[in-house]
């Protein structure tokens, strides 16, 4: 019998990624953003001709099993790299591939009951990229590298387990199930780290991986309220909260809604923690709904992060209602 599973992350570039001078590129239409990818992937080719993502890491791994044993096992393909659309005003100009890097696979790990496959697929956008490196010619012109490393168990008894090793820290990483379903994102997304050391030896190709900080997924409402508070109207105002500061205290009177564009945050009510959010969550809905308009949870920044200031006169009430309904307490 043989038995295939897949994971799959998709990487992306939203509209709040990128920092410094890069960003006026972006701001100025010559090259893009990215929308979000669907809840559900379709066909990877498509997706790529319809610019859905800048490179998709796709780690689809086989067993065959005989009698309970596993007698023999490998990898199979999928991994995509995306290209890069130049814009003049509203013309597309030319679309440039990426470059694409050798794939790394490891040699799986056998046991009796399961075989480990891990995988590393990443590259470079072709377009030149000048930025600063700290050794001559002190100018660099190739694209920092984005990568994401994947590793997948399969079972002789058809279970499977995928894990989100690590990830280049730009540019977004969502990581999809073998059913194509989003199933987890990177917690960070961090544009100067990336354009600043992400080459060379600070890659898997050199002799460094980065640790991926792995996220819940938000529901389906919250990414639908995310959608209309990034792209409704007017832009909203991004706010940066450090390491171990106070996005918001229980108690007190807040009359701002949120939503986490990067980091991770922590949900405490009474002193004691309930949960973890990561990007996509939308923030203090309860006290927008609240005739008391204070605050249910205490809010404290587990790593840097950086919120969206919504504009609540254009969300709907029963929608932040249905999402405070759902969020855990103190007594459960």
Do not use: C
């Not at 992350?9 to 509209?15: D, F, G, H, V």
């Not at 994947?150 to 690590?166: K, N, P, T």
């Not at 960070?188 to 992400?198: D, I, M, T």
């Not at 050199?206 to 995310?226: K, M, Y």
């Amino acid at each position: 019998m043989r038995i295939e599973h897949s994971v799959t992350t998709l990487s992306w570039i939203p509209s709040y990624a990128v920092t410094g001078l890069n960003k006026a590129l972006f701001e100025s239409g010559f090259t893009h953003y990215d929308d979000p990818p669907p809840d559900v992937l379709y066909d990877l080719d498509e997706m790529k001709r319809d610019d859905r993502f800048r490179y998709a890491n796709r780690l689809h791994a086989w067993i065959d099993v005989d009698g309970g044993r596993i007698t023999d096992y490998g990898y199979l393909g999928g991994s995509i790299m995306g290209a890069t659309t130049v814009r003049l005003g509203s013309r597309d100009l030319a679309r440039f591939q990426a470059v694409e890097f050798e794939e790394l696979r490891a040699e799986p790990e056998v046991t009796d009951s399961s075989v480990r496959f891990l995988q590393t697929f990443g590259g470079h956008v072709a377009l030149p990229a000048p930025r600063h490196v700290n050794r001559p010619p002190f100018v660099k012109l190739q694209a920092p590298t984005v990568w994401t490393t994947l590793a997948l168990v399969l079972y002789a008894d058809g279970r499977a387990e995928w894990e989100f090793v690590g990830a280049s820290p730009f540019p977004r990483h969502w990581v999809f199930d073998n059913d194509g379903k989003l199933a987890g994102k990177a917690g960070l997304a961090n544009f100067k780290e990336w354009w600043r050391h992400s080459f060379g030896k600070h890659t898997p190709w050199g002799e460094l991986d980065s640790p991926a900080l792995l996220t819940t997924v938000e529901s389906a409402l919250e990414r639908e309220l995310s959608t209309q508070i990034m792209a409704g109207g007017e832009k909203p105002k991004i706010r940066t909260i450090k390491e171990g500061q106070l996005l918001m205290e229980q108690g007190e009177l807040g009359h701002e809604l949120y939503l986490l564009l990067d980091g991770v945050l922590a949900v405490e009510v009474d002193g004691e923690v309930l949960s973890e959010v990561g990007p996509g969550a939308i923030l203090g809905e309860r006290a927008i709904v609240e005739p008391e308009g204070r605050r249910t949870a205490t809010l404290r920044a587990l790593t840097k992060s950086r919120v969206a200031v919504a504009d609540t006169s254009q969300i709907d009430r029963n929608k932040l209602r249905e999402i405070g309904d759902s969020r855990p307490t103190a007594s459960e």
